[in-house]
């Protein structure tokens, strides 16, 4: 399986991105997606997960509002649309994937997914 996160860059606080990340390898039809970020200095931390087959959501406190989790089945593309960005929102951005469901407390450790994408770097300028 792999996991290719991309979009993100340098925006101005207030702004947007959209992380995408594309996925090959498997089928998708019982597993879990999550988006992660770590900041320099900090633990890798939980921004939003998605149950792949029905569509069910789970936010982080910080994401709650300003970022939606979606994904394209028929492109096996998740998306993670980040508005109203602030500068603590700096931080590297990972994809993960989980290839069968969790129950939902354990959607937000990351210990608990199988396959990762590379990351992708989001700095948001005040």
């Known amino acids: 399986v792999q996991l290719q996160a991309c979009g993100g860059g340098l925006v101005q606080a207030g702004g947007c991105l959209r992380l995408s990340c594309a996925i090959s390898g498997r089928t998708l039809s019982n597993a879990d997606l999550g988006w992660f970020r770590q900041a320099p200095g900090k633990e890798r931390e939980f921004v939003a997960a998605?149950?792949?087959?029905?569509?069910?959501?789970l936010y982080a406190d910080s994401a709650k509002g300003r970022f939606t989790i979606s994904r394209d089945k028929a492109k096996n593309t998740a998306y993670l649309q980040m508005n109203s960005l602030k500068p603590d929102d700096t931080a590297d951005y990972y994809c993960?994937?989980?290839?069968?469901?969790?129950?939902?407390?354990?959607?937000?450790?990351?210990?608990?997914?199988?396959?990762w994408g590379q990351g992708t770097e989001v700095t948001v300028s005040s």
């Open positions: 998605l149950r792949w087959s029905g569509g069910s959501t």
């Open positions: 993960a994937l989980r290839m069968n469901r969790i129950a939902q407390s354990y959607l937000p450790m990351h210990r608990y997914y199988h396959y």
